[in-house]
Nanobody, 121 residues
Framework: QVQLVESGGGLVQAGGSLRLSCAAS????????MGWYRQAPGKQRELVAF???????NYADSVKGRFTISRDNAKNMVYLQMNSLKPEDTAVYYC???????????????WGQGTQVTVSS
């Protein structure tokens, strides 16, 4: 199995910055993609950003120009640098990865437990 642990959430004022980190561990054979989702109270979980192995990245329109996703493939880690934060960015942020645990396994999506980000106005 694959475990994901997020860190770096917290309380920040509007206009501030936070950097989220996520470490993947366990029986990892290969990782196809890593990304971040978020879920605000009363809303559905939504994609924030993802990074496909090979370099392609994609962002939600609401965070383009403010958030940057990056990876350390040697450490199986993904980061989310969040700048110019807004109160509407308040949510639980979840890390995920599409990974294989062996050469014969299929790709599965794994999720972290989430980290709270609160942006005060």
């Amino acid at each position: 199995q694959v475990q994901l642990v997020e860190s770096g959430g917290g309380l920040v004022q509007a206009g501030g910055s936070l950097r989220l980190s996520c470490a993947a561990s366990g029986s990892i054979f290969s990782i196809n993609a890593m990304g971040w989702y978020r879920q605000a109270p009363g809303k559905q979980r939504e994609l924030v950003a993802f990074s496909i192995s090979g370099g392609t990245t994609n962002y939600a329109d609401s965070v383009k120009g403010r958030f940057t996703i990056s990876r350390d493939n040697a450490k199986n880690m993904v980061y989310l640098q969040m700048n110019s934060l807004k109160p509407e960015d308040t949510a639980v942020y979840y890390c995920n990865t599409d990974a294989r645990i062996s050469i014969v396994s299929t790709t599965r999506r794994y999720w972290g437990q989430g980290t709270q980000v609160t942006v005060s106005s």
